[in-house]
């Protein structure tokens, strides 16, 4: 078991080292966030393949084999893992697991629950056995953070998101269940070549590209959530995605009356606009308040946000990204529209810089039926999306 450390410290400490140059305030153009429709065609039967039970990811236990794998983090301990899994699945669960790699089909992930997307590719979660589905959390584990309310402990709240959805909704034939989250390795996970390990569901995309053994590429990484900001379930309190939008708070209540109106955007943006199927939305130019504006106290809790995100992928992994986009804040821009405490509907703030797009986008709920707002999220690197490949 590997242990988890602090991203967000190690941000913190490290910021204020770095000296702060002028980026460029351009102008982008605000969107509605909507993007084109998801494929009709129901790819191998995913509809008729739809469950509608919990898997209790929190229950699970990883199995003792996985002792073997021995305990030193990294690629080879993934790739022992993974092989575990495979010498344990049937023929029938191969075909869906195991997949040729194309960028073509990493693109096919979403924000939307199963049945409304059925595209993905992969496995169901609760197509696999209970000692199956053990060798994934491990897998999980070993390829993310085990930081509270981040990495895997995110993964496993928003499971449970959809089963308190599917608890409540009456719309039956979408898939709330965390049953129905999608498994998939794209590309046979080896120490050469290149492969993705794909994860995703509703509200989720996990998708993490290697390349001769390294992590080439962590993004596209969607996170969402609801009900927001709290919720019980399956016997634990849920509140993932609070860190984030406190951390984007924390940064905008800082900025002085001049910085707010530098930083403030055209327009009003309703949800995310590099979201899924939207690979081309992220804009040339940049607009808002050029982080060399910011005094060094504001770029830690700017670099606090970052980490956030960056502090999803295992601790190595990570710190090689805080260091890269702490590198990037002469050129990095913060905007944000709607309120400084981010929780209102069209709440929005983004991240800019030459590789970091992040969005937070506060939107009305849609799946529970209730009254309330909640966030949709994601992280992508300009030049690391897909691991930087194109086919």
Not at 158 to 172: E, P, Q, R, W
Not at 288 to 316: H, R
């Amino acid at each position: 078991m590997k242990y988890a450390k602090s991203t967000t410290a190690w941000a913190l400490a490290g910021a204020a080292a770095w000296v702060i140059g002028m980026a460029t305030q351009v102008s982008a153009q605000p969107a509605d966030g909507k993007g084109p429709p998801p494929p009709g065609e129901d790819l191998n039967n995913t509809n008729e393949r739809l469950g509608d039970t919990s898997i209790l990811m929190g229950s699970v236990q990883i199995p003792a084999a996985a002792d073997d794998c021995g305990t030193d983090p990294g690629h080879a301990r993934l790739l022992c893992l993974i092989d575990l899994l495979k010498a344990d699945v049937s023929d029938e669960v191969m075909e869906n697991l195991q997949l040729e790699y194309s960028v073509a089909e990493a693109k096919s992930w979403s924000n939307l629950p199963a049945g409304a997307f059925p595209a993905r590719p992969g496995v169901f979660l609760g197509e696999l056995s209970v000692a199956q589905r053990g060798y994934v959390k491990a897998i999980m584990m070993e390829a993310t953070s085990l930081t509270d309310n981040e990495g895997y402990d995110e993964l496993e709240q928003t499971l449970n998101a959809d089963d308190y959805i599917g608890s409540v909704s009456t719309d039956y034939g979408v898939g709330y269940a965390s049953y129905n989250t999608k498994f998939a390795f794209l590309g046979t996970p080896s120490k050469t070549g290149t492969w993705q390990l794909y994860y995703g569901g509703h509200h989720l995309a996990l998708t993490n590209t290697y390349t001769d053994g390294v992590l080439a590429g962590a993004t596209p990484s969607f996170r969402g959530i609801e009900p927001f900001p709290r919720f019980d379930m399956n016997g634990r309190e849920n509140m993932p995605l609070m860190q984030e939008r406190a951390a984007f708070a924390d940064v905008l209540r800082s900025l002085a009356d001049a910085q707010k109106e530098s930083a403030t955007l055209e327009g009003v943006y309703r949800d995310i606009i590099a979201g899924p199927q939207a690979d081309d939305a992220i804009p040339d130019t940049q607009e808002g308040l050029p982080v060399s504006e910011l005094s060094e106290a504001q770029q830690v809790l700017l670099l606090a946000a970052i980490a956030t995100y960056a502090g999803d992928v295992s601790d190595a992994d990570a710190a090689a990204y805080m260091a890269k986009y702490t590198a990037e804040l002469p050129d990095t821009v913060l905007g944000f529209s709607g309120t400084t405490e981010v929780k209102d509907e069209n709440d929005y703030v983004r991240i800019h810089g030459p590789s970091l797009w992040l969005e937070f986008s506060v939107q009305s709920n849609k799946s529970t039926g209730g009254a309330g707002n909640h966030p949709h999220s994601v992280w992508r690197d300009i030049n690391d999306d897909y691991g930087g490949n194109t086919e």
